[in-house]
Nanobody, 124 residues
C-alpha cells in the first residue's frame, strides 16, 4: 500500500515556475515508477510525465517537453515536478501516481495509487 500527498501548487503568472512535490508512504515506494498527471476543468485526466524507480528512464508528454522536469529522491520517498515557462494551458489539478509495474507508461490505468491532487493556476 502506498499513500501519496502532493504539495506545491498555487497561482503563478505565465512564464513563471513552480515545483510540485509528492510525498509517499509505504516501504515499496522505491520500487515503483512514479508519474504526474493533470486534469483541467471539463477535460479528461492526461499524462504529464513519469520516472522509473531508479530514475534511469523518464517519459514526457510533448506539451511539457523542455519545460517540465521530473525527479525523485528515494531516500526521502518523494518525487518532484519542476515546472518552468508555465503557460495558461498548464492550469489544472496535478496528480501524483504510482505504478507498481515500474514502467513509465502514459496509460493512467497502470497507476494503482493516486494522490488527492494539487491545483496549479497560471494567469496570463
Amino acid at each position: 500500500q502506498v499513500q501519496l500527498v502532493e504539495s506545491g501548487g498555487g497561482l503563478v503568472q505565465a512564464g513563471g515556475s513552480l515545483r510540485l512535490s509528492c510525498a509517499a508512504s509505504g516501504h515499496t515506494f522505491s520500487s515503483y515508477a512514479m508519474g504526474w498527471f493533470r486534469q483541467a476543468p471539463g477535460k479528461e485526466r492526461e499524462f504529464v510525465t513519469a520516472i522509473t524507480w531508479s530514475a534511469g528512464s523518464t517519459n514526457y508528454a510533448d506539451s511539457v517537453k523542455g519545460r517540465f522536469t521530473i525527479s525523485r529522491d528515494n531516500a526521502k520517498n518523494t518525487v518532484y515536478l519542476q515546472m518552468n515557462s508555465l503557460k495558461p494551458e498548464d492550469t489544472a489539478v496535478y496528480y501524483c501516481a504510482a505504478n507498481p509495474l515500474g514502467s513509465v507508461t502514459t496509460n493512467l490505468r497502470r497507476y494503482t495509487y493516486w494522490g488527492q491532487g494539487t491545483q496549479v493556476t497560471v494567469s496570463s
